[in-house]
């Protein structure tokens, strides 16, 4: 018999475990990234026809206006052109800030709180346990006989 690797019972996760065991459970539960990114594209390229469509209607209303007009329309044909497509691209560019960040924040926030429930402390961190009733004490226990001042004997008064 050839030699063999000594019997392992178990180890420490240690920290440098985190990455792999969130891989280990995106392959298990079947959430991983890129069904993630292929939903942010679909939703950035519907975004981008929605957009698409005012400004399309904005450079046709252009042309018809401007194209009967000789070299002058043209011009300001040609320049309406590159005032949409810069203003398609800044749209464009804010759209897909927008859906990378809420992507990139969903991930996050999943993977965080998918080790919240493996790391005690983290999880009490990101879901802090409600504290127990707090009791206030109770209040002292009344006199057996109680003394009401006008009732008592005065001793400086003298009695008749």
């Known amino acids: 018999m050839g030699p063999h690797a000594p019997l392992r ?3 420490a ?3 440098e475990d985190l990455e792999a065991e969130a891989e ?4 298990i539960h079947g959430a991983g990234e890129p069904v993630g990114g292929i939903a942010m594209e679909i939703g950035i390229l519907v975004t ?19 194209h009967h007009l000789g070299p002058a329309g043209h011009i300001l044909m040609a320049t309406g052109v590159v005032v949409l497509v810069l203003a398609f ?4 560019v804010y759209v897909t800030i ?8 969903f991930f996050q926030a999943y993977a965080l709180y998918f080790l919240a429930g493996r790391y005690p ?3 009490d961190q990101l879901d802090p346990p409600t504290p127990g009733f707090a009791y206030s004490t109770p209040p002292p226990p009344a006199p057996a006989t109680p003394q009401l001042p006008f009732l008592s004997p005065d ?3 003298p009695t008749a």
């Open 9 to 11: 019972l178990g180890r």
């Open 13 to 15: 996760i240690a920290i």
């Open 24 to 27: 280990r459970a995106c392959q």
């Open 48 to 66: 981008e026809f929605i957009l698409a469509i005012p400004l399309l209607l904005v450079g046709f209303l252009g042309w018809l206006l401007l």
């Open 89 to 92: 691209a800044a749209i464009l």
């Open 98 to 105: 927008g859906f990378i960040g809420a992507v990139v924040l």
């Open 121 to 123: 402390m983290l999880g």
């Open 155 to 157: 001793p400086e008064r």
